[in-house]
């Protein structure tokens, strides 16, 4: 049942909705609508929105198999590849205009994962050995260009000097390192991994697991920290219930796509008590509260948070079959997602978040971080598990 709405929102609401964005004229997609369902032409173009977007494409076409999705992806990989490259500097910039020029030139450890995670899956879909190599380019990138000897540096300029993460940092305080981009990093080299199984990236990823562990996961809290110092101290005293939530089911995947039992072991019990966590502190009114900043609750429902909590469930339920509990919070999520955070209206998709008493908030419906990814994945995860467990 779960799987069947998922499979009906993703072909009729999801797929046509982007479909549409698709800018003929300069390529890649429109960049920017608003609550008003207004499309702004001329908006500038994310490239972490175009990166996104491929991956979306790529992975419908590997669901679906229909040579019109292909097509889509294929209209944001040439845009990737001819506007959102840095063919001087290398790396990826962090946005073009609508016409394709470099508009925000910096470059953001966290933008070229995602193109790695969309190249990765581009390759898949397509079997364009040029896909693949410009994704372990950029792995070779954020490999020598974006690492110091505690991690993975983030935010640099044109030229790879680094300057303030501004991009992703909040709250007042500018981290040096993020949980967020670390996740994001192992995401993309999962894919990567995945369809090269090139050692040199297992051997990145097990050494990023190994982070997640010593320093990410804080054991007395049974939470993740969220920013930190270039030594992974952190910051300050954040708990992002949908990073926790995502992390705990990426992690689970990346040690499965390793195929390391040892990996599988030592990070299954990290991600079953973050999983337990979610449920008990911020699984509430069947959807999942957005953060809490010295414990002080957020109640806003944002859109990405609670697609996440579906797949984070569903993937609890799978490591803990006895406990009915993350099945059912995986159903009741999606039953408030369909009645609160799909927007309605024709021609819209999701709202970007809810307050607590249901009420949309008017953010727009599409911009550079409000995108197809969360939700369509959510989809591609329901489906692909709940149909092989059948």
């Not at 908006?43 to 790529?58: E, M, P, T, Y």
């Not at 089911?249 to 195929?259: K, M, V």
Request: proline share 2%.
């Amino acid at each position: 049942m779960l799987a069947d709405e998922m499979m009906q929102h993703l072909t009729s609401d999801l797929i046509p909705f982007w479909e549409k964005l698709a800018d003929e004229e300069y390529g890649g997609f429109y960049g920017y609508m608003g609550y008003d369902l207004k499309v702004d032409e001329k908006a500038v173009k994310g490239c972490i929105l175009n990166s996104r977007i491929l991956w979306f494409f790529s992975n419908a076409y590997l669901l679906l198999q229909k040579d019109s999705l292909l097509f889509y992806a294929g209209h944001a990989y040439e845009f990737l590849k001819k506007h959102c490259l840095d063919k001087e500097n290398g790396g990826v910039y962090w946005s073009v205009t609508f016409d394709g020029q470099p508009e925000e030139t910096i470059k953001h450890t966290y933008n070229q994962a995602f193109a790695i995670y969309a190249l990765s899956s581009y390759y898949d879909a397509s079997k364009d050995k040029e896909a693949l190599e410009l994704s372990k380019e950029l792995f070779k990138l954020i490999e020598t260009k974006c690492t110091d000897e505690w991690g993975y540096k983030e935010a640099f300029d044109e030229t790879f000097h680094t300057i303030d993460n501004e991009k992703l940092s909040e709250n007042g305080i500018v981290a040096e390192k993020t949980m967020n981009t670390l996740l994001h990093v192992f995401e993309a080299y999962t894919e990567l991994f995945r369809v090269s199984r090139e050692s040199g990236v297992r051997d990145r990823m097990q050494f990023i697991l190994d982070i997640f562990a010593e320093h990410v996961y804080n054991r007395e809290q049974g939470r993740q920290e969220v920013f930190f110092d270039r030594k992974w101290n952190s910051l300050i005293d954040l708990y992002s219930y949908g990073h926790d939530i995502e992390t705990a089911w990426l992690i689970d995947r990346g040690c499965e796509i390793l195929g390391d039992e040892n990996c599988i072991n030592r990070m299954g019990f990290i991600t079953k008590e973050i999983t337990a966590n979610i449920y008990d502190r911020a699984y509430v009114d069947s959807s999942l509260l957005n953060e809490s900043l010295d414990r002080i609750n957020d109640t806003t429902r944002v859109w990405w948070v609670q697609a996440e909590a579906v797949v984070g469930f569903l993937n609890g339920n799978e490591k803990c079959p006895g406990e009915h509990r993350y099945l059912e919070a995986a159903d009741a999520v999606w039953g408030y997602i369909k009645t609160c955070l799909i927007d309605p209206r024709s021609g819209s998709e999701w709202y970007w978040a809810v307050d607590q008493n249901r009420a949309p908030i008017r953010k727009p419906i599409v911009e550079s971080w409000k995108c197809p990814y969360h939700n369509g994945r959510m989809c591609f995860e329901v489906i692909r598990r709940m149909r092989h467990d059948s």
